[in-house]
DNA sequence: GGGGAATATTCTTGTCAAGGAATATTATTT
DNA sequence: AAATAATATTCCTTGACAAGAATATTCCCC
């Protein structure tokens, strides 16, 4: 039974694909982190570092534990395993080998289309 | 000597979330094709089908190879290494320990900033 | 319970990028 | 060298979304 390709969640993908959202998930790496710490160590007004972590929690990529007056940011561990699976399934790409089925695509391209 | 975290190519990252172009990138997994060809099967119109190829080709995910009248595209290895690496510097997180430094660094916070 | 800290939300505005349509370019075939 | 096929480019319009500014909410502490 053939395994079929990963399709990557667009969600994922956009939500990470904004330069000060991919700064917040890669600050969070080193661990979690509250909004204001966040914002401070990545010079972000409050409002905009909000906003942005309210786009990576309504993704699934960081979760929220309230703690008091503060809410402390993680990451979750999911979207990454995706990802990694995702990326896993290029693998033969990354090693650079088509093999020949390059050339054998090619040829087939050049036979009439009808029978496609 | 610490390696540092890998940082993401943004270009990488917004090139591949639109949905087009993933799924171009995803067709593309199972080997070269030309641009009719991913029009055709992705129900694309040829000029979007040009214009995402172009995008992904600037931003070195796709490599083209001129054969007579026909463009045959196929990915490029770098920028899936690149997204292997990044994701595996997210490792500790995937595997769920962030250990005590959750309970560390909150009680970090709860000191006066002064000092930070 | 009032003041202040931490965070969230709303509204507005400007920018950018994707799609559609038309057209330009390049190569091929007769 | 025309006609045609394959692909690229241009222009226009429209929608999404990020930043800024202001304000609302929630919680703690005295």
Do not use: C
């Not at 904004?18 to 204001?36: F, K, Q």
């Not at 007004?45 to 960081?62: C, E, F, T, W, Y």
Request: aromatic share 6%; proline share 6%; glycine share 2%.
């Amino acid at each position: 039974m053939p395994r079929q390709n990963p399709v990557m969640d667009m969600t994922t993908l956009s939500a990470l694909a904004e330069p000060n959202r991919m700064r917040i998930v890669e600050l969070l790496r080193d661990g979690p982190l509250t909004v204001g710490e966040i914002a401070d160590r990545l010079s972000l007004r409050q409002p905009q570092a909000s906003k942005h972590l309210k786009m990576l929690s309504d993704n699934g990529i960081v979760e929220v534990k309230a703690e008091a007056n503060r809410r402390i940011y993680k990451l979750r561990p999911e979207p990454f395993h995706a990802l990694e699976s995702w990326v896993e399934s290029f693998r033969h790409v990354m090693e650079d080998r088509f093999d020949n089925l390059d050339e054998y695509l090619r040829k087939l391209q050049n036979k009439d289309k009808s029978e496609l």
